[in-house]
């Protein structure tokens, strides 16, 4: 028995009992599916929200404190009366 | 706005109902042969098909011409193959109460000789699809094909190697 015999023997043994198909599972299927894609829409807009908020605190943020201007020497004292 | 995407909705529905009337029978079958039940006494395998079929339904939009088929089938092939590992810890023992054709198998020769020969997918993506190299689908499958035909030659697979290796 070569092996195109034998794959042709184990495919035949494989093929004997076909199951029935339930008839609520193209809906089942879709139900699930749609859960599924509500969830994603639901995550990606909680995410596109936090991405927003974070921009509009770290823009107040920097506008507040403008974190690229020197801070003032704390060791060398101003020169007056030179 | 709102239009449109229920048209979009409908139009997926419609697709999506047309795709699952010509190819469930086929993947319920693959998923009864995975799971080596009864033909008439599948849960395990109705829900995987079910969660196989839902994955594919909320890809449907982004499929762009890739065959649905192929998505549900790898879907249905990873989830099985996950599910396996998560419950046995991992590949290698049976069921305790199969009684399907396959059931002298374990779930990986199982998983391999319906890729392989059932759904005629070709050695290297079903290697990519199991991370495993290629000549060890190839062995695994020829070893599955002779137990299935020969089931005497090897009479219990599951407690050989067991007890080996407790850790």
């Not at chain 1, 599924?36 to 936090?50: C, D």
Request: charged content about 25%; overall charge positive.
């Amino acid at each position: 028995m070569n092996r195109a015999e034998r794959e042709a023997a184990a495919r035949q043994i494989m093929e004997r009992t076909p199951a029935p198909v339930p008839p609520d599972l193209c809906a089942q299927a879709v139900r699930r599916g749609e859960r599924l894609l509500r969830r994603r829409q639901l995550v990606r807009r909680v995410l596109w929200l936090l991405a927003c908020a974070a921009v509009v605190a770290f823009s107040v943020w920097a506008a507040r404190v403008h974190p690229w201007t020197e801070p003032p020497s704390q060791t060398t004292p101003p020169i007056t009366g030179w | 706005m709102r239009d449109r995407q229920v048209s979009r909705g409908a139009r997926r529905a419609r697709e999506f109902e047309a795709f699952v009337a010509g190819a469930a029978g086929r993947l319920l079958h693959a998923a009864t042969l995975l799971t080596a039940e009864a033909p008439n006494a599948n849960p395990r395998a109705r829900r995987l098909l079910t969660l196989a079929l839902a994955h594919t339904y909320a890809r449907w939009d982004g499929l762009h011409g890739e065959d649905p088929y192929d998505c549900a089938r790898q879907y249905l092939a990873t989830r099985f193959a996950r599910a396996t590992w998560h419950r046995y810890g991992a590949f290698g023992r049976t069921r305790p109460d199969p009684d399907g054709p396959l059931a002298a198998l374990t779930p990986q020769e199982r998983l391999i000789l319906v890729l392989r020969l059932y759904e005629g997918v070709a050695e290297e993506q079903a290697a990519a699809l199991l991370g495993l190299p290629r000549e060890r689908v190839h062995t695994i499958c020829d070893r599955a094909t002779a137990t299935l035909l020969h089931p005497a030659s090897r009479p219990t697979p599951r407690s050989a190697g067991r007890e080996v290796a407790p850790s």
